[in-house]
Antibody, heavy 120, light 107 residues
Framework: QVQLQQSGAELVKPGSSVKISCKASGYTFTSYDMHWIKQQPGNGLEWIGWIYPGNGNTKYNQKFNGKATLTADKSSSTAYMQLSSLTSEDSAVYFC?????????????WGQGVMVTVSS | DIQMTQSPASLSASLGETVSIECLASEDIYNNLAWYQQKPGKSPQFLIYYASSLQDGVPSRFSGSGSGTQYSLKINSLESEDAATYFCLQDSEYPWTFGGGTKLELK
């Protein structure tokens, strides 16, 4: 069965970076886009971008250019998102989600989410 | 960016009732709309794609409709498990954008 297992909660200081992971299993990792979505307290969802692990191609929401960097390791079927220059606005739950196909916002499997708290 | 305005922000309904949730796009999104359900403390679940196509495994009491800028999610014969927050997402144009969510409470 398809599973996306994300890394644990992070407490990080302002100005630092954090890298969270999403380990995929139960399907061919290189054949599906992996998306990242941000959810801040109060429910709002924001699409951050996707990576196609098969060739490393990425597409970002321009709002997250310079903030988020998506990578994927085919050998371990793991997708990563690094967030840099963290501020309180980056405190949120971050989900990875598998795309059902290219260029569509259909996410059929989700990770459990990673809570990132930015605080001094 | 395309703005997605969802309404109502919250609603309360009884078991067995039918409810509708609306999403209004700031421009034509050509049926490129998905619906998601999120229960408290859980990840969202995929319900509907391309405005009206039901994802595999989703109960048939869920349906989607709409065109142009106006879309809706209808839930027939509400069950207790339907208590959740519902989000729409447009994938017509980057950046893809979500509606603000509708919190459905069961009386």
């Amino acid at each position: 069965q398809v599973q996306l297992q994300q890394s644990g909660a992070e407490l990080v200081k302002p100005g630092s970076s954090v890298k969270i992971s999403c380990k995929a299993s139960g399907y061919t990792f290189t054949s599906y886009d992996m998306h990242w979505i941000k959810q801040q307290p109060g429910n709002g969802l924001e699409w951050i971008g996707w990576i196609y692990p098969g060739n490393g191609n990425t597409k970002y929401n321009q709002k997250f250019n310079g903030k988020a960097t998506l990578t994927a390791d085919k050998s371990s079927s793991t997708a990563y998102m690094q967030l840099s220059s963290l501020t309180s606005e980056d405190s949120a739950v971050y989900f990875c989600a598998r795309g059902t196909g290219p260029y569509v916002g259909y996410f059929d499997y989700w990770g459990q989410g990673v809570m990132v708290t930015v605080s001094s | 960016d395309i703005q997605m305005t969802q309404s109502p922000a919250s609603l309360s309904a009884s078991l067995g009732e039918t409810v509708s949730i609306e999403c209004l796009a700031s421009e034509d999104i050509y049926n490129n709309l998905a619906w998601y359900q999120q229960k408290p403390g859980k990840s969202p679940q995929f319900l509907i794609y391309y405005a009206s196509s039901l994802q595999d495994g989703v109960p048939s009491r869920f349906s989607g409709s709409g065109s142009g800028t106006q879309y809706s999610l209808k839930i027939n014969s509400l069950e207790s498990e339907d208590a959740a927050t519902y989000f729409c997402l447009q994938d017509s144009e980057y950046p893809w954008t979500f509606g603000g969510g509708t919190k459905l409470e069961l009386k």
